[in-house]
């Protein structure tokens, strides 16, 4: 049973960085097998589509987000991250992680999410 | 980017009666790679549907998917209390993933 699970600072204050962590376990990312994501949810609103990275450090943004967004993989510690930088107000949310497809397919739909991380963004 | 429209934004149904959900995608898509999502509060979102009508591991078959191009649907036959919740629709057939922005569903 893969499990993820997010950590990170809970307030960060506007013009600074976001730096979140997402740990895997039962499963490895260096496998290759899956695509790893972010995705999040502004206080009572929809999800929205971060971007994903592989094993292998490719990733892939959403545009209105690309500008500030990094994400990194360390496969030794099987773990991957994301960084968004100059947040404001409107990057207060509840931060995902996901992996990419089932137990026998690797398509774009979320089966495993991590339970999410209420970040705050305020002074 | 895909825009997908999820209607109606709230549905109010009593136990035992049918939901049907709709999500409309801006444009087709791609080999119908459309899932759909149950939320409740404070849980990250369940996996329902892939592919536009196949049920997850798990899900009961009350719920069905069904649909193709830009137009899908999702039906839970006859609700159970535990139903009631938030409902997104997901296209992974191009990039940027996109989600609709959910349809909440109520206890009349």
């Not at chain 1, 490719?58 to 360390?74: E, H, N």
């Not at chain 1, 107000?89 to 995902?96: E, F, G, I, L, R």
């Not at chain 2, 209607?7 to 999500?23: D, F, I, N, V, W």
């Amino acid at each position: 049973q893969v499990k993820l699970e997010e950590s990170g600072p809970r307030l960060v204050k506007p013009s600074q960085t976001l730096s979140l962590t997402c740990a895997v376990s039962g499963g490895s990312i260096s496998s290759g097998d899956h695509y790893w994501s972010w995705i999040r949810q502004s206080p009572g609103k929809g999800l929205e589509w971060i971007g994903k990275i592989y094993y292998s450090g490719q990733t892939y943004s959403t545009p209105s987000l690309k500008s500030r967004v990094l994400m990194s993989v360390d496969t030794s510690k099987n773990q991957f991250s994301l960084k968004l930088h100059s947040v404001t107000a409107a990057d207060t949310a509840v931060y995902y992680c996901a992996r990419e497809g089932g137990d026998y397919d690797a398509s774009g739909f979320y089966h495993y999410w991590g339970q999410g991380i209420l970040v705050t963004v305020s002074s | 980017e895909i825009v997908l429209t999820q209607s109606p934004g709230t549905l109010s149904l009593s136990p035992g009666e049918r939901a049907t959900l709709s999500c409309r995608a801006s444009q087709s898509v791609s080999s119908n790679y459309l899932a759909w999502y149950q939320q409740k509060p404070g849980q990250a979102p369940r996996l329902l549907i892939t592919g536009a009508s196949s049920r997850a591991t798990g899900v009961p078959d009350r719920f069905r998917g069904s649909g193709s191009g830009t137009d899908f649907i999702l039906t839970i036959s006859r609700l159970e209390p535990e139903d009631f919740a938030v409902f997104y629709c997901q296209q992974y057939g191009s990039s940027p993933i996109t989600f609709g922005q959910g349809t909440r569903l109520e206890i009349k």
